[in-house]
């Protein structure tokens, strides 16, 4: 089966020529039409986006508000973070063996289930994400100019980390070099220490000059990432190229 061409999630600013350069190799029309996930624009919109969320909008946004602007990291997939390979019934045991709930009472909110990421990063109160660099989550931070904490675990997560890292320099690596193999996560081991976790944060959340700069490149992303998609923009303007080359095939 062959195809006309490639509809991307991102936007001509982020990919920097590349777009172009991945045409002239596949021989195709490459459409940037992202980024999606700024298709949701209310409150509730961004709460429903993906699967169910296992918390209520109304009290993600209750804690979130309670907390100073930039001040809060998000942190998704805790059970896998924790230790590759263990059930959930695993870590529910080492949730409650260790205190977990109990000792962020006050300065952290767990969310047990799925969480409504897009309603959480577009909160003022993110100053940080710590992601497995899944293109989705990348472009999503990007989108809301929240700078990453970049732990990457197989696949093309590693290429994206580079390209967050050294490309567009608004993520700070945690040290993970080796990836993890599907059917041998429990051999892997320990990827990261403690000490890691906490100087990547210390960095992504103050960092002196350079981490002010990744903030002020991240929030200049978010701002092209949002005029990509205005009347003028070169999203809106690709998509309508999508739907006039469709129409002629």
Not at 24 to 40: A, E, H, Q
Not at 120 to 146: K, P, Q
Not at 212 to 241: D, H, M, Q, V
């Amino acid at each position: 089966m062959s195809s006309h061409g490639i509809v991307v999630n991102s936007f001509q600013e982020l990919e920097q020529g590349c777009a172009e350069e991945y045409e002239k190799v596949m021989n195709k029309r490459v459409w940037c039409i992202g980024p999606v996930s700024l298709c949701n624009k209310e409150s509730l919109d961004k709460f429903e986006r993906g699967n169910k969320p296992s918390i209520e909008e109304k009290q993600c946004l209750e804690w979130l508000n309670l907390m100073e602007p930039r001040s809060v990291i998000y942190v998704p997939f805790i059970w896998v973070v924790k230790t590759i390979g263990e059930n959930f019934s695993e870590l529910e045991k080492w949730l409650e063996d260790e205190k977990f709930e109990e000792r962020i009472k006050g300065r952290g909110l767990l969310i047990k289930g799925w969480a409504p990421q897009i309603l959480i990063l577009s909160h003022s109160a993110i100053g940080g994400f710590l992601t497995h660099c899944g293109w989705n989550s990348t472009i999503e931070s990007v989108c809301f100019g929240v700078p990453m904490i970049t732990w990457p675990l197989f696949a093309e997560q590693f290429l994206n980390e580079k390209f967050v890292v050294e490309v567009l320099k608004i993520g700070v690596r945690i040290g993970v070099e080796v990836p993890v193999r599907f059917g041998d996560e429990a051999k892997t081991g320990v990827l990261v220490k403690k000490s890691k976790i906490v100087d990547a944060v210390e960095m992504t959340m103050e960092g002196g000059e350079e981490g002010e700069k990744r903030r002020t490149r991240a929030t200049e992303l978010g701002n092209f990432a949002r005029r990509a998609l205005e009347e003028e923009g070169s999203s809106r303007f690709n998509i309508s190229c999508l739907i006039q080359d469709t129409m002629k095939h």
